[in-house]
Antibody
Framework: QVQLVESGGGVVQPGRSLRLSCAAS????????MYWVRQAPGKGLDWVAV????????YYLDSVKGRFTISRDNSKDTLYLQMNSLRVEDTAVYYC???????????????WGQGTLVTVSS | QSVLTQPPSVSAAPGQKVTISCSGS????????VSWYQQLSGTAPKLLMY???KRLSGIPDRFSGSKSGTSVTLAITGLQSGDEADYYC???????????FGGGTRLTVL
C-alpha cells in the first residue's frame, strides 16, 4: 500500500533553514508528480510546491518562491523540501502528497503523509 | 483569506442530507476541475472526489459532487457520525498559477 512518511520538522528561529524529507513506498515513485501542502495550526490547507515525476518541472506558492526548493531523489524514493529564510508565518504542519496519474502534474492529490510540524519562533 | 469560499460550518442529524458549497471565480472553478478532501480530527486530509464529481475508489456513493458555473457543491446523504470532519474544496487557479483551497467547512452530525 502507498505510504508517505515525512520527517525533518522541528523548531527553528526566523531566518534559519530546515530540510524536510518524505520517504515514499508502495508505488513507482519515479512515475508520479509529488507535492508539498501545509496547514498552519487551526487553519486551512495551503499548497506549497509541486515537482514533476522526472524533476524537470516545479511550481511554487508565490510567498515561498526564492526561499523554498522542492527536489526529489528517484533512486531513493524520497521527496525533499529545502526551506531557507524561514518566517514565523511558515509555521505549519507540512504534508507531502502524491499525484494520482502517472507522468502528469495534476491539481489534486490521492495520498497524503501524516505530516511534520515546522515551528518558526524566536 | 482563502481564494475559494466555503461556509465555516454545517450540521445535520444522522441519516439526513447535507450540502457544502464552494464558490470561486472564472480563474479557478469556472475553468478547472475541483476536488474535495475530508480531514478527520487530528489526521491528514483524504481525497474524496476529483474532477468535480468522480469518487475515489472506496468512497461510498453517499458522497456526490456537482458544479455550476463558478461554484461546486459536495452532497452527503445518509449522514453518519463518522462523517464528522472538516471538508475542503480545491482547484487550480489559472491566474495565480497555483492550487487553491477553500477555507474548510466543519461538518457536525447532531
Amino acid at each position: 500500500q502507498v505510504q508517505l512518511v515525512e520527517s525533518g520538522g522541528g523548531v527553528v528561529q526566523p531566518g534559519r533553514s530546515l530540510r524536510l524529507s518524505c520517504a515514499a513506498s508502495g508505488f513507482t515513485f519515479n512515475s508520479y508528480a509529488m507535492y508539498w501542502v501545509r496547514q498552519a495550526p487551526g487553519k486551512g490547507l495551503d499548497w506549497v510546491a509541486v515537482l514533476s515525476h522526472d524533476g524537470n518541472n516545479e511550481y511554487y506558492l508565490d510567498s515561498v518562491k526564492g526561499r523554498f526548493t522542492i527536489s526529489r531523489d528517484n533512486s531513493k524514493d524520497t521527496l525533499y523540501l529545502q526551506m531557507n529564510s524561514l518566517r514565523v508565518e511558515d509555521t505549519a504542519v507540512y504534508y507531502c502528497a502524491k499525484g494520482p496519474i502517472s507522468g502528469v502534474v495534476t491539481h489534486y492529490f490521492d495520498y497524503w503523509g501524516q505530516g511534520t510540524l515546522v515551528t518558526v519562533s524566536s | 483569506q482563502s481564494v475559494l469560499t466555503q461556509p465555516p460550518s454545517v450540521s445535520a442529524a444522522p441519516g439526513q442530507k447535507v450540502t457544502i458549497s464552494c464558490s470561486g471565480s472564472s480563474a479557478n472553478i469556472g475553468k478547472n476541475f475541483v476536488s474535495w478532501y475530508q480531514q478527520l480530527s487530528g489526521t491528514a486530509p483524504k481525497l474524496l472526489m476529483y474532477e468535480n464529481n468522480k469518487r475515489l475508489s472506496g468512497i461510498p456513493d453517499r458522497f456526490s459532487g456537482s458544479k455550476s458555473g463558478t461554484s461546486v457543491t459536495l452532497a452527503i446523504t445518509g449522514l453518519q457520525s463518522g462523517d464528522e470532519a472538516d471538508y475542503y474544496c480545491g482547484s487550480w487557479d489559472s491566474s495565480l498559477y497555483a492550487v487553491v483551497f477553500g477555507g474548510g467547512t466543519r461538518l457536525t452530525v447532531l
